[in-house]
């Protein structure tokens, strides 16, 4: 692990490449990859695995299922991950959640605390009415603390959007947006032994032409490895868009407990 204290500095670049693969196509809007980025930074090679399964029948008919995998590599001065999610639940034959995204990101170190950084992902999800979303970026990253066990991070990007909505019968809302974005972010770090890490973001993403176009993502997690290869995670997140869809909130509020594999 890093050895900086107190260390500003900047990141570099971050230019981009889209991965498609899992299944639909992508969650709703931001994604917290800060979580993702230190479970590989430490590690020569990092792979997991994460799935759950509930079906019902009589009474209530109901089938769940969940399903994530990343890859990831640490080398010298590169590093990169691929993640990719897939969510599915149906009720009574009728699907209420319907979503994937893949993430990928390639890092190459320019000194102790600078970076350069690239990055695409591609996602979906039914019920944002987010038929297909592709985005990309460039820009610095800053450390502003490290050390074995606390960090602090503050990064800002240039980000281009650009979706393809499921607009309602009746509604005169773009089917496609295009969007160029200024992406914030600021995450903190805590190791607590080498059993236990939380790790706190706040993204916030105002469209550069119009700063009241704006979206935000707030995360908190908790990680638990329960032996060397068993991990259970818990988590919060909080979603705000300001210019959601037709028939789409602007808030998402989740709730998440996991039990997965890593080696």
Known sequence: RRSVRFAPAAALASCVFACTAFAPRTAAGQV???????????????????????GRMGNI????????????????AHRGFVQGTLDYWENAGVPTVARAFVHGRYNYKLGPIVFADLFGQVQSDRFQRLTYRALFGLGPRF???DDDDFDVNLGTSYMFEHEELNVPAGFTFPAVREANRWNNYLSVGYRVGELTEMVA???VQPRLDDFGDNRMLGEASLLLKVTKVVVARMGV??????????????TDLEVRNSLGLSF
């Open 32 to 54: 917290n990859i800060e979580v993702v980025r230190r479970r590989v930074e430490d590690k020569p090679f990092l792979a997991t695995i994460e799935a759950s399964f509930t």
């Open 61 to 76: 008919r109901n089938s769940v299922f969940s399903a994530s995998a990343l890859a990831g590599f640490n080398a010298s």
């Open 143 to 145: 450390v502003l603390f």
């Open 201 to 203: 973001t706040l993204y």
């Open 237 to 250: 997140l909080y979603r705000f868009q300001s210019r959601p869809p037709p028939l789409v909130v602007e």
